[in-house]
């Protein structure tokens, strides 16, 4: 079955930008919306934004002038870029997939990646 | 944006019996057009990734037992567990889709009385 996986540093310092991929196995990245969602420890879901097999995005506008998404098709992966991050940002990372070819509800997720903002 | 609220932050409910948890959206969640509440639940475990319990408010995603039930429209809604088991201890959040800044509950978190 359709699996998800990120990858990337687990530790960045401040000022710095965060780099995530998230890795599509088992299935087509094609014709999906794919999200980033994070989640301070203890903490709820805050969605970040998402990226279409186009290219098209939409993004978080609370986060919008540090996020940057980008998909590629022919590895099967799409990333996400936090630039400018502070403390703040630290935060299990999750890569998410919208069900079917609408934004609506998540029905696949990966298993999360702790980032850690600290000098 | 449109804030999601649930109640109550934590909940201890004895084994077999029923739990409810309760989401309140800041602005309706039902598109006229269709007659459809854009609202999701999800589970999440210690250590795990959140799972799709309900969606479209009350369409349990497949696999899920028939225990879990959605209900509600509008702005108010409810997940009940019928008869709580020992693995249904978890934090659940509810998730609004209505408009393009998803947004989610604040999680209740559910234990075994």
């Known amino acids: 079955q359709v699996q998800l996986q990120e990858s990337g540093p687990g530790l960045v310092k401040p000022s710095e930008t965060l780099s995530l991929t998230c890795t599509v196995s088992g299935g087509s990245i094609s014709n999906y919306y794919w999200s980033w969602i994070r989640q301070p420890a203890g903490k709820g879901l805050e969605w970040i934004g998402h990226?279409?097999?186009?290219?098209?995005?939409n993004y978080n506008p609370s986060l919008k002038s540090r996020v940057t998404m980008s998909i590629d098709t022919s590895k099967n992966q799409f990333s996400l870029n936090l630039s400018s991050v502070t403390a703040a940002d630290t935060a299990v990372y999750y890569c998410a997939r919208f069900y079917g070819a609408m934004t609506t509800y998540f029905d696949l997720w990966g298993r999360g990646t702790l980032v850690t903002v600290s000098p | 944006d449109i804030v999601m609220t649930q109640s109550p932050d934590s909940l201890a409910v004895s084994l077999g019996e029923r739990a409810t948890i309760n989401c309140r959206s800041s602005?309706?969640?039902?598109?006229?057009?269709?007659?459809?509440?854009?609202l999701a639940w999800y589970q999440q475990k210690p250590g795990q990734p959140p799972k799709l319990l309900i969606y479209w408010a009350s369409t349990r995603e497949s696999g899920v037992p028939d225990r879990f039930s959605g209900s509600g429209s509008g702005t108010d809604f409810t997940l009940t567990i019928s008869s709580l088991q020992a693995e249904d201890v978890a934090v659940y959040f509810c998730?609004?889709?209505?408009?393009?800044?998803?947004?989610f509950g604040q999680g209740t978190k559910l234990e075994i009385k």
């Open positions: 998730q609004q889709y209505y408009s393009t800044m998803y947004t």
């Open positions: 990226v279409y097999t186009s290219g098209g995005t």
């Open positions: 602005q309706s969640v039902l598109y006229s057009s269709n007659n459809k509440n854009y």
